[in-house]
């Protein structure tokens, strides 16, 4: 592990703005639209910010009057609000509402790790990222566990219809 001095470099090399190594932004590990009729040439490809995810993010935060800060006007779908935001859904211990925010937006942390190993990111780095993927999967795990079948069922029903 690098000494504390250098943690702040390496994590702003890898991890922060927009000329990092690695982007902390979920719609950048999706296609930037799940609407098949956008006519848009990049319409799915991945690497790009403000896709669906990011929009769809917008419209969660509008929801409970969460506010956006400015330096994220960008990417509201980034890791570190897409944290923030689940840990209001903890709050409110609605477990539904938890296990669909995973199944929705909480999805592409294992693309994150595969990225952050092809990148060469730092070995705390990594393990930070693995670390947090298995704790998301996880909880997905205990909150399936504690949902009832038909609920599981109609979350994925909702997510399949949207994708398609």
């Known amino acids: 592990m690098?000494?504390?001095?250098?943690?702040?470099?390496?994590?702003?090399?890898?991890?922060l703005g927009?000329?990092?190594e690695i982007k902390l932004i979920e719609?950048?590990?999706?296609?930037?639209?799940?609407?098949?009729?956008?006519?848009?040439p990049?319409?799915?490809?991945?690497?790009?910010?403000?896709?669906?995810?990011?929009h769809h993010m917008l419209h969660l935060y509008e929801l409970l009057d969460f506010e956006l800060p400015e330096s994220f006007s960008y990417c509201p779908d980034h890791l570190q609000l897409e944290l923030e935001?689940?840990?209001?859904?903890?709050?409110?211990?609605?477990?539904?509402?938890?296990?669909?925010?995973?199944?929705?937006?909480?999805?592409?942390?294992?693309?994150?790790?595969n990225e952050a190993e092809e990148k060469e990111a730092p070995q705390f780095c990594l393990d930070l990222l693995i670390w947090l993927a298995q704790f998301v999967a996880?909880?997905?795990?205990?909150l399936?566990?504690?949902?009832d079948d038909e609920?599981?069922?109609?979350?994925?029903?909702?997510?399949?219809k949207s994708k398609s």
């Open 27 to 40: 719609s950048v590990y999706k296609p930037w639209t799940i609407d098949e009729s956008c006519g848009m």
């Open 42 to 54: 990049f319409a799915e490809e991945k690497g790009f910010v403000m896709g669906d995810w990011a």
């Open 2 to 15: 690098p000494e504390s001095s250098k943690w702040k470099d390496l994590w702003n090399k890898y991890f």
């Open 151 to 160: 609920v599981l069922a109609g979350i994925t029903g909702t997510i399949e």
């Open 85 to 113: 935001f689940m840990s209001l859904l903890v709050e409110e211990m609605d477990y539904k509402k938890q296990y669909q925010f995973i199944v929705q937006h909480l999805n592409w942390l294992t693309d994150l790790v």
């Open 18 to 20: 927009n000329n990092s």
């Open 144 to 147: 399936a566990d504690n949902l």
């Open 138 to 142: 996880s909880d997905k795990s205990f």
